[in-house]
């Protein structure tokens, strides 16, 4: 973000147009604010799928997510893990699932 600021200011200084900075930043202020809140609601609808995600047998939308990671092996500094598998535990009968429309 702090990057395209940057441009942005030196293309309309480039143009020699007086800008209204605070106007400008404003502006910015909004635009992320408004992708703060687009992302917060895609979040929102995220956790309602997968909170009505139901168990592909017996239907119950009871569930434990379980993800499985691999570490590169490094205690401390330098340290990574990436997930590898993640997958859905119905609490009811018991079987091992996949959220197959994941994102
Ligand atoms: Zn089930």
Not at 58 to 64: A, I, L
Not at 70 to 84: A, E, K, L, Q, T
């Amino acid at each position: 973000m702090a990057i395209e600021r940057i441009n942005r200011t030196e293309e309309i200084m480039k143009n020699g147009i007086p800008i209204d900075m605070e106007a400008h930043y404003k502006r910015i202020h909004e635009r992320e604010k408004q992708q703060e809140q687009e992302a917060a609601e895609a979040r929102r609808l995220e956790k309602i799928r997968i909170d009505n995600m139901k168990c592909p047998l017996c239907k119950s939308q009871e569930k434990e997510h379980h993800v499985v990671s691999s570490s590169n092996g490094i205690m401390g500094p330098g340290y990574h893990s990436s997930p590898i598998m993640d997958y859905y535990v119905c609490k009811d009968c018991g079987i091992h699932y996949s959220d197959l429309n994941k994102k």
